[in-house]
């Protein structure tokens, strides 16, 4: 029987024992002794976000079916179990065996958002492990990083052995495999590194030198290693109906913040939006065979015991076997109460007979992201949708039942003006406009609600939008200002709400999103003063940040306040993330003159991507 690291009276004393306790449904127990390596699997923030995470159940399900490895899960402890640990000396520990990290031979960490960088200090500095590289030994875990992050590592890189860049099916068996042999080999724990650098898409950043010139920007990155390569490229697994995906994935005790089943239909996006790093990251588009996943569908449901299941992907309604999926889960589980929720459908493709088919969804409200609120600015992000569209697919959704819509935007977009800041007050007011004119007072289910919400443009790395420049916190402030004030003039403005976002978190995360190995300073020091859950705005301390970047003579808005020129070295330009940089730079010059590029379905636009050999690339070629 195990034994639990926290005692009763610890576990009594801190909001969520559940959350560090383990043995859920579906979690694997194995014999410690009869393993050859033991892999802990990090989520840096609370075990109910990290238990909605398909990354660390995929890689879970994965290493755990090799019969020489087990793989376990560890989150990061929340602030009152965070303090009780320090008190009493108790090291940061897995949830399956409750053996402490530093134990293990791995420590993966998931790098999903920038702003959880600080609770990678903080679980390994609870699990005893130094904060840099250079200063472990065999003692110690191999730290690896993976995940969209990870195409910018440098940030954070002096606190990683190695970073993973790609997708986990490829190359972590080979990753293992030379483990293995080195340990048996006897050889030093460098020498292992070097080996691992020669995998594809397997970057260590010790074997890197980075120089920079007098006004700081980068000179050069090179190899300081001859076996090290220059370049470092994003692997990618081409055939998703043979990817590796658990059909008994751990049911958590507590409610997360996605609790239900998660059937992941495709990978990639054929639309090509210039702000999103996803859509252009995970191309091409892999869909996976709609037979296969109806009977992983079956499996999930039956080994869970959920209720609901989802259709993940980033366009779910570009899948083109979602009508047959959805009309199999609806007469083989609907009749047995199974919700079924379709995120990432795009309203223009948003139909009275998608609508009329999911059960119960008109519990909830409709949500659409037109990410601006003008015609304008969605021809520069080539977002690929008119204010036809959105205002058709709305009247589509009124007349099917709804009467409540989420609308997404942005605030601080590139060449965005007011007149486009004030568009999305105007566009929320012509929706809740149409509600009134298309359904006749009698047949109303009560008044509409149209609830809009902007984030802040960030500029990420492998998107068009990579050389921007960012607002600043009161610029962003001022915007939201400009449409807070614009909702409270509209005619409909009591069936209008409006949210907005922390606008120095925003500023942070482009910082950490575009940042260099000079930035991995800042962190350690603003970690040191306290600072852990960024992402989580009442733990969020400014003060932190400005003193941090302060004392260590790193400037922050050389990071976002800056457009760079095309020319310039960028941090991340050592990897070949897949889509070529003269795409980049062709989109980034279409932006400009809001030029809209058609959706690889239309057109190829030679994004680079036909080079893998499959996908959407290749679909109308056979």
């Given at each position: 029987?195990?034994?639990?690291?926290?005692?009763?009276?610890?576990?009594?004393?801190?909001?969520?024992?559940?959350?560090?306790?383990?043995?859920?449904?579906?979690?694997?127990?194995?014999?410690?002794?009869?393993?050859?390596?033991?892999?802990?699997?990090?989520?840096?923030?609370?075990?109910?976000?990290?238990?909605?995470?398909?990354?660390?159940?995929?890689?879970?399900?994965?290493?755990?079916?090799?019969?020489?490895?087990?793989?376990?899960?560890?989150?990061?402890?929340?602030?009152?179990?965070?303090?009780?640990?320090?008190?009493?000396?108790?090291?940061?520990?897995?949830?399956?065996?409750?053996?402490?990290?530093?134990?293990?031979?791995?420590?993966?960490?998931?790098?999903?958002?920038?702003?959880?960088?600080?609770?990678?200090?903080?679980?390994?500095?609870?699990?005893?492990?130094?904060?840099?590289?250079?200063?472990?030994?065999?003692?110690?875990?191999?730290?690896?990083?993976?995940?969209?992050?990870?195409?910018?590592?440098?940030?954070?890189?002096?606190?990683?052995?190695?970073?993973?860049?790609?997708?986990?099916?490829?190359?972590?068996?080979?990753?293992?495999?030379?483990?293995?042999?080195?340990?048996?080999?006897?050889?030093?724990?460098?020498?292992?590194?070097?080996?691992?650098?020669?995998?594809?898409?397997?970057?260590?950043?010790?074997?890197?030198?980075?120089?920079?010139?007098?006004?700081?920007?980068?000179?050069?990155?090179?190899?300081?290693?001859?076996?090290?390569?220059?370049?470092?490229?994003?692997?990618?697994?081409?055939?998703?109906?043979?990817?590796?995906?658990?059909?008994?994935?751990?049911?958590?005790?507590?409610?997360?913040?996605?609790?239900?089943?998660?059937?992941?239909?495709?990978?990639?996006?054929?639309?090509?939006?210039?702000?999103?790093?996803?859509?252009?990251?995970?191309?091409?588009?892999?869909?996976?065979?709609?037979?296969?996943?109806?009977?992983?569908?079956?499996?999930?449901?039956?080994?869970?015991?959920?209720?609901?299941?989802?259709?993940?992907?980033?366009?779910?309604?570009?899948?083109?076997?979602?009508?047959?999926?959805?009309?199999?889960?609806?007469?083989?589980?609907?009749?047995?109460?199974?919700?079924?929720?379709?995120?990432?459908?795009?309203?223009?493709?948003?139909?009275?007979?998608?609508?009329?088919?999911?059960?119960?969804?008109?519990?909830?409200?409709?949500?659409?992201?037109?990410?601006?609120?003008?015609?304008?600015?969605?021809?520069?992000?080539?977002?690929?949708?008119?204010?036809?569209?959105?205002?058709?697919?709305?009247?589509?959704?009124?007349?099917?039942?709804?009467?409540?819509?989420?609308?997404?935007?942005?605030?601080?977009?590139?060449?965005?003006?007011?007149?486009?800041?004030?568009?999305?007050?105007?566009?929320?007011?012509?929706?809740?406009?149409?509600?009134?004119?298309?359904?006749?007072?009698?047949?109303?289910?009560?008044?509409?609600?149209?609830?809009?919400?902007?984030?802040?443009?960030?500029?990420?790395?492998?998107?068009?939008?990579?050389?921007?420049?960012?607002?600043?916190?009161?610029?962003?402030?001022?915007?939201?200002?400009?449409?807070?004030?614009?909702?409270?003039?509209?005619?409909?403005?009591?069936?209008?709400?409006?949210?907005?976002?922390?606008?120095?978190?925003?500023?942070?995360?482009?910082?950490?999103?575009?940042?260099?190995?000079?930035?991995?300073?800042?962190?350690?020091?603003?970690?040191?003063?306290?600072?852990?859950?960024?992402?989580?705005?009442?733990?969020?301390?400014?003060?932190?940040?400005?003193?941090?970047?302060?004392?260590?003579?790193?400037?922050?808005?050389?990071?976002?306040?800056?457009?760079?020129?095309?020319?310039?070295?960028?941090?991340?330009?050592?990897?070949?993330?897949?889509?070529?940089?003269?795409?980049?730079?062709?989109?980034?010059?279409?932006?400009?003159?809001?030029?809209?590029?058609?959706?690889?379905?239309?057109?190829?636009?030679?994004?680079?991507m036909k080079k893998m050999g499959g996908g959407v690339c290749f679909e109308d070629q056979n």
């Amino acid at each position: 029987m195990r034994k639990l690291a926290l005692t009763d009276d610890i576990l009594l004393s801190i909001s969520e024992p559940a959350r560090y306790i383990g043995g859920e449904v579906n979690s694997v127990l194995k014999e410690k002794d009869k393993v050859d390596i033991r892999f802990a699997m990090c989520f840096p923030d609370v075990y109910e976000i990290g238990m909605s995470h398909l990354g660390i159940k995929i890689l879970y399900d994965m290493l755990n079916r090799r019969e020489d490895v087990w793989c376990e899960r560890v989150y990061s402890p929340w602030t009152d179990l965070d303090g009780i640990m320090r008190q009493r000396q108790i090291p940061l520990f897995a949830l399956e065996s409750q053996d402490p990290i530093r134990d293990f031979d791995f420590l993966g960490i998931t790098l999903q958002y920038e702003m959880c960088y600080t609770n990678i200090l903080q679980i390994l500095d609870l699990s005893g492990i130094p904060f840099h590289a250079e200063d472990r030994t065999w003692d110690d875990p191999i730290v690896i990083g993976g995940g969209p992050c990870a195409l910018n590592p440098e940030p954070i890189a002096p606190f990683f052995d190695m970073f993973y860049i790609g997708e986990g099916e490829v190359c972590y068996d080979r990753l293992l495999d030379t483990y293995k042999l080195c340990r048996a080999q006897n050889k030093t724990r460098r020498e292992f590194l070097l080996a691992a650098a020669q995998i594809p898409g397997i970057y260590v950043p010790m074997f890197y030198d980075v120089t920079y010139r007098e006004d700081g920007t980068i000179q050069s990155m090179k190899p300081n290693e001859p076996d090290v390569p220059e370049t470092v490229k994003r692997v990618l697994w081409m055939d998703m109906t043979e990817a590796v995906y658990p059909d008994k994935p751990v049911v958590p005790f507590i409610k997360a913040t996605q609790d239900k089943v998660t059937l992941e239909v495709m990978r990639g996006c054929i639309r090509g939006c210039r702000f999103c790093q996803a859509g252009m990251i995970y191309r091409p588009v892999r869909e996976k065979d709609p037979k296969h996943l109806e009977k992983l569908a079956d499996a999930l449901l039956h080994n869970t015991g959920y209720e609901e299941i989802t259709l993940s992907s980033l366009s779910t309604s570009d899948y083109r076997g979602v009508d047959e999926l959805l009309n199999y889960l609806i007469e083989k589980h609907g009749k047995n109460g199974v919700n079924i929720s379709l995120p990432s459908l795009r309203i223009d493709q948003f139909s009275l007979d998608v609508m009329s088919k999911v059960q119960d969804i008109k519990k909830s409200s409709l949500t659409f992201a037109p990410e601006a609120g003008s015609q304008r600015m969605r021809d520069v992000i080539n977002k690929g949708l008119t204010e036809e569209t959105i205002l058709g697919g709305a009247e589509l959704a009124f007349k099917g039942g709804w009467n409540k819509v989420k609308l997404y935007f942005m605030l601080g977009l590139p060449g965005e003006n007011e007149d486009d800041v004030r568009g999305i007050a105007e566009l929320s007011e012509k929706i809740a406009e149409l509600y009134y004119d298309t359904v006749p007072k009698e047949e109303r289910s009560g008044k509409c609600s149209v609830t809009a919400s902007t984030s802040f443009f960030v500029p990420k790395p492998f998107t068009p939008f990579q050389w921007a420049k960012m607002d600043s916190a009161d610029e962003f402030l001022h915007k939201a200002a400009i449409v807070n004030h614009a909702m409270k003039e509209m005619l409909n403005r009591k069936s209008l709400r409006y949210h907005w976002h922390e606008s120095d978190v925003s500023v942070l995360e482009g910082i950490f999103a575009r940042g260099d190995r000079r930035v991995a300073d800042v962190i350690e020091k603003a970690y040191r003063k306290g600072s852990i859950y960024d992402a989580w705005n009442e733990r969020f301390v400014l003060e932190n940040w400005t003193s941090s970047f302060e004392e260590c003579g790193v400037d922050p808005d050389f990071y976002v306040r800056r457009e760079r020129p095309v020319d310039e070295i960028l941090p991340w330009d050592f990897i070949d993330a897949g889509v070529t940089r003269s795409f980049l730079e062709r989109e980034w010059a279409n932006a400009k003159k809001g030029i809209v590029t058609p959706n690889c379905r239309e057109r190829c636009s030679g994004c680079g991507m036909k080079k893998m050999g499959g996908g959407v690339c290749f679909e109308d070629q056979n």
